[in-house]
């Protein structure tokens, strides 16, 4: 998994407060995806991104959520004011075209809501 | 009902078995099918990706697709301990539907 960089692997954060988390894609691919899994249960999407664009946020909860993937830099998964729900593993992937290509996982950032 | 329903286990077995792992689904657009394992504080592993029906072998590793079932398999020969973790099936309907549909996962322990 070394190739999906995921920080800060392990996140606090208190009630109400904002949450950062980043993905940085294997090189060459353009194609960035996040997950959340609950425990005990499999990957939930998220939102499917390509550099600037916001492909699919169906996933995504309508409220406090947001992601991005600007032209350089990584991709960022932004939580605001975050509730004791939100705490989960989020992974992201990421793939050299969309769809028809397989999604190469990080090893995830842990958030921990206090 | 969900999309995606994997025989939830937990599975034990000794090393040297032949392991079974299978799940079904219910939207016939998917047309990708994945299988990845997944350590524990670790992110999802990339194990064997196939396209439409039929047997697909690496190694240890065959995964088999019956679309007319909807249902998809992994087999494991010669299991070994370090194939202790967790697998989760997933699938995609390729093309510009980026997003995969993962299973809730299989928790598989070999003992020595």
């Known amino acids: 998994n070394a190739g999906v960089m995921q920080n800060p692997r392990h996140l606090v954060r208190r009630r109400g407060q904002e949450a950062r988390l980043r993905c940085s894609p294997m090189k060459g691919h353009s194609h960035v995806y996040w997950y959340r899994q609950l425990p005990e249960e499999g990957l939930k999407f998220m939102v499917y991104l390509q550099k600037e664009n916001i492909i699919d946020e169906s996933g995504m909860p309508k409220e406090r959520f947001s992601a991005e993937f600007p032209k350089e830099g990584p991709s960022i998964l932004r939580i605001q004011q975050v509730v004791r729900g939100d705490s989960a593993a989020y992974f992201c992937?990421?793939?050299?075209?969309?769809?028809?290509?397989?999604?190469?996982f990080g090893d995830g950032t842990r958030l921990s809501i206090l | 009902q969900k999309e995606v329903e994997q025989d939830p286990g937990p599975l034990s077995v000794p090393e040297g078995a032949i392991v079974s792992l299978n799940c079904t689904y219910s939207?016939?657009?998917?047309?990708?099918f994945m299988w990845y394992r997944q350590y524990s504080r670790k992110g999802p592993e990339l194990l064997m990706y196939t396209y439409s029906s039929g047997n697909k072998e690496d190694g240890r590793f065959t995964a088999q697709v019956d679309k007319s079932s909807k249902y998809i398999s992994l087999f494991i020969r010669d299991s070994q301990p370090s194939d202790s973790a967790t697998y989760l099936c997933a699938m995609s309907m390729g093309t510009n539907a980026g997003k995969s549909t993962f299973g809730d996962g299989t928790t598989l322990t070999v003992k020595p």
């Open positions: 939207n016939s657009a998917f047309q990708y």
């Open positions: 992937a990421s793939s050299l075209t969309g769809g028809d290509q397989p999604q190469h």
